[in-house]
């Protein structure tokens, strides 16, 4: 842990006074001790604390439950629209962090009645979602990636199983062939990644996007990017293709990373997985316990100040980036759940935000129903799930944004295919 405490003792640049003592904050970081590192911040800084991130750009990271509310309930003080960020000046093109903050017209950076015209109109198309047939997809989709390593009594649940099970339910959303999937999910994964690739990732999910609006306007079906073409707000065709593409690499990333978050805790908390496997808590009450204390998404990029201002006592500026702790804000000791069965019913986190910015209803009940699918079946197939190596050896992506695991290797009892198991 030396190298993470060095980390956060780093200078700041002299041309920030008001970043004084400001934390490195890196992926990196965040991956030796994430617990470790929010608890040293903000006992340093309490509900708002100065960082660096990649190449000493400055940003004010919103640790606090509180504070965090504030700012995703005030879109006018608070707004969305990065093109007003002062520190434009330091980032090069190829900056780490640009596939989060590069301005897109899209739903993400509107605001305004724009936003509202936008979001309702992906709100909308996705409440359309039956359920039942997604759960029943889900199911389906579930068995048989479980049917190619359940021979094996061997899997990497990362891999084979929580990255590719979203993807699946996505692609049958969004009325695509899986034979686009192996492309698509390579796509998302570059184009959120902090490397080179990301850009013409993005272009090419782009251009994928662009074609799937083009064959829904002239053959509409019961697929998202129609319903969402027919919506009232009238969206053009260049406004429903990156829309589409934010939704896809939002929920495949998101999902993916719940249902990894979800089976790791199963397998290194005994009496996590007693209470799931025994009945006592359902798989959506764990997945819900889980966005308390391991959310997917653990930090977003961000906010920007509108003007001059005070958040928990640090003097915010015109254009100053904030960075939403959502982690953080969860394990806020003043709103922390006093025990693991409040966790699970508890429903007051902020893991899909809040606020106009927010995850738009209905999604995060459909990324519920992909991922409590995905966990009910995985148990039901194979009850018998053990890490096959030390939990203290897993990785966890170097990542400020996402959390998750590199890898989660399991062993089980061979199991035969779903169709045998019915039988």
Same mark, same amino acid.
């Given at each position: 842990?030396?190298?993470?405490?060095?980390?956060?003792?780093?200078?700041?640049?002299?041309?920030?006074?008001?970043?004084?003592?400001?934390?490195?904050?890196?992926?990196?970081?965040?991956?030796?001790?994430?617990?470790?590192?929010?608890?040293?911040?903000?006992?340093?800084?309490?509900?708002?604390?100065?960082?660096?991130?990649?190449?000493?750009?400055?940003?004010?990271?919103?640790?606090?439950?509180?504070?965090?509310?504030?700012?995703?309930?005030?879109?006018?003080?608070?707004?969305?629209?990065?093109?007003?960020?002062?520190?434009?000046?330091?980032?090069?093109?190829?900056?780490?962090?640009?596939?989060?903050?590069?301005?897109?017209?899209?739903?993400?950076?509107?605001?305004?009645?724009?936003?509202?015209?936008?979001?309702?109109?992906?709100?909308?198309?996705?409440?359309?979602?039956?359920?039942?047939?997604?759960?029943?997809?889900?199911?389906?989709?579930?068995?048989?990636?479980?049917?190619?390593?359940?021979?094996?009594?061997?899997?990497?649940?990362?891999?084979?199983?929580?990255?590719?099970?979203?993807?699946?339910?996505?692609?049958?959303?969004?009325?695509?062939?899986?034979?686009?999937?192996?492309?698509?999910?390579?796509?998302?994964?570059?184009?959120?990644?902090?490397?080179?690739?990301?850009?013409?990732?993005?272009?090419?999910?782009?251009?994928?996007?662009?074609?799937?609006?083009?064959?829904?306007?002239?053959?509409?079906?019961?697929?998202?990017?129609?319903?969402?073409?027919?919506?009232?707000?009238?969206?053009?065709?260049?406004?429903?293709?990156?829309?589409?593409?934010?939704?896809?690499?939002?929920?495949?990333?998101?999902? $993916? *990373?719940? !249902?990894?978050? &979800?089976?790791?805790?199963? @397998?290194? +908390?005994?009496?996590?997985? #007693?209470? %799931?496997?025994?009945?006592?808590?359902?798989?959506?009450?764990?997945?819900?316990?889980?966005?308390?204390?391991?959310?997917?998404?653990?930090?977003?990029?961000?906010?920007?100040?509108?003007?001059?201002?005070?958040?928990?006592?640090?003097?915010?500026?015109?254009?100053?980036?904030?960075?939403?702790?959502?982690?953080?804000?969860?394990?806020?000791?003043?709103?922390?759940?006093?025990?693991?069965?409040?966790?699970?019913?508890?429903?007051?986190?902020?893991?899909?935000?809040?606020?106009?910015?927010?995850?738009?209803?209905?999604?995060?009940?459909? $990324? *519920?129903? !992909?991922?409590? &699918?995905?966990?009910?079946? @995985?148990? +039901?197939?194979?009850?018998? #799930?053990? %890490?096959?190596?030390?939990?203290?050896?897993?990785?966890?992506?170097?990542?400020?944004?996402?959390?998750?695991?590199?890898?989660?290797?399991?062993?089980?009892?061979?199991?035969?295919?779903?169709?045998?198991?019915?039988?």
């Amino acid at each position: 842990m030396a190298s993470a405490g060095s980390e956060l003792g780093a200078a700041p640049p002299p041309s920030d006074p008001d970043h004084a003592g400001a934390a490195h904050f890196t992926g990196p970081l965040l991956a030796v001790g994430q617990d470790w590192c929010y608890s040293r911040l903000r006992e340093r800084h309490g509900g708002v604390a100065p960082v660096l991130l990649d190449g000493d750009v400055p940003a004010w990271l919103v640790l606090g439950y509180r504070e965090l509310h504030r700012v995703t309930s005030d879109p006018l003080l608070f707004g969305r629209d990065c093109r007003r960020w002062n520190s434009w000046h330091r980032v090069p093109d190829d900056w780490p962090l640009m596939p989060y903050v590069g301005w897109t017209p899209s739903v993400m950076f509107t605001e305004g009645a724009e936003h509202q015209r936008r979001a309702g109109a992906v709100g909308h198309a996705l409440d359309a979602t039956d359920r039942a047939q997604l759960a029943a997809r889900c199911a389906e989709v579930a068995d048989e990636l479980i049917d190619t390593f359940a021979a094996a009594g061997l899997a990497d649940l990362i891999a084979q199983y929580a990255q590719k099970l979203p993807i699946r339910a996505l692609t049958w959303m969004y009325g695509l062939a899986d034979a686009a999937i192996p492309e698509l999910a390579r796509d998302i994964a570059d184009s959120l990644d902090a490397g080179p690739a990301a850009t013409e990732a993005h272009q090419r999910l782009y251009l994928r996007m662009q074609q799937l609006v083009r064959d829904a306007r002239r053959a509409p079906g019961p697929d998202l990017p129609s319903r969402l073409l027919a919506h009232p707000a009238g969206l053009t065709d260049d406004e429903a293709a990156i829309d589409l593409l934010v939704v896809l690499a939002m929920a495949q990333q998101a999902t $993916a *990373g719940w !249902i990894g978050n &979800t089976l790791h805790r199963m @397998l290194v +908390d005994d009496e996590f997985s #007693l209470a %799931l496997q025994g009945g006592r808590r359902s798989a959506g009450q764990a997945l819900n316990e889980v966005l308390w204390a391991g959310p997917p998404v653990q930090n977003f990029i961000g906010r920007w100040a509108a003007q001059d201002t005070e958040l928990g006592g640090c003097p915010v500026k015109r254009g100053d980036l904030l960075i939403l702790g959502l982690a953080a804000a969860n394990s806020d000791p003043q709103v922390q759940p006093g025990s693991a069965a409040e966790a699970a019913a508890n429903r007051a986190h902020l893991s899909f935000g809040h606020g106009e910015h927010g995850c738009p209803f209905p999604a995060p009940e459909l $990324a *519920g129903v !992909i991922a409590r &699918t995905a966990v009910e079946v @995985l148990l +039901d197939r194979l009850p018998d #799930l053990e %890490l096959s190596v030390p939990a203290e050896t897993l990785q966890w992506r170097p990542s400020v944004w996402m959390r998750g695991l590199l890898a989660l290797p399991v062993s089980f009892t061979p199991a035969g295919p779903a169709a045998l198991a019915l039988s």
